[in-house]
């Protein structure tokens, strides 16, 4: 059995199924709450870029194999964080991570 497994980094949720769901374009995007992990690899390593979003506070969460313990940020802004975690995801990819997974929290 394999470990091996397409990824598709240019995947929209929305552009694939957003006309095909029913009320998707009703949803409030004020009280969005957005929580996204991205998983990275490099040289053997496995790292995690995760951010949540909420009305009352947002946090974006690193988890890098080469630190000692996660790094946490904590935002009042939600859209501080998002700005922020594109902005990591973007220089690591930059730096040579390859990005596995980039979706929902995994559960199980």
Same mark, same amino acid.
């Given at each position: 059995? %394999?470990?091996?497994?397409?990824?598709? !980094?240019?995947?929209?949720?929305?552009?694939?199924?957003?006309?095909?769901?029913?009320?998707?374009?009703?949803?409030?995007?004020?009280?969005?709450? &957005?929580?996204?992990?991205? @998983?990275?690899?490099? /040289?053997?390593?496995?790292?995690?870029?995760?951010?949540?979003?909420? #009305?009352?506070? %947002?946090? &974006?969460?690193?988890?890098? !194999?080469?630190?000692?313990? !996660?790094? #946490?940020?904590?935002?009042?802004? $939600? %859209?501080?964080?998002?700005?922020?975690?594109?902005? %990591?995801?973007? #220089? $690591?990819?930059? /730096?040579?991570?390859? &990005? @596995?997974?980039?979706?929902?929290?995994?559960?199980?």
């Amino acid at each position: 059995m %394999s470990n091996e497994f397409e990824f598709k !980094p240019d995947f929209d949720f929305e552009d694939e199924f957003g006309d095909e769901i029913e009320g998707f374009d009703d949803f409030d995007d004020e009280d969005e709450v &957005v929580n996204r992990t991205a @998983v990275l690899r490099k /040289n053997g390593m496995v790292a995690l870029l995760c951010v949540k979003t909420a #009305t009352d506070g %947002s946090t &974006v969460c690193r988890v890098d !194999p080469r630190e000692d313990r !996660p790094s #946490t940020q904590f935002y009042d802004d $939600s %859209s501080a964080a998002m700005h922020w975690f594109n902005r %990591s995801l973007k #220089t $690591s990819k930059r /730096n040579g991570w390859e &990005v @596995v997974y980039d979706g929902l929290p995994l559960q199980g």
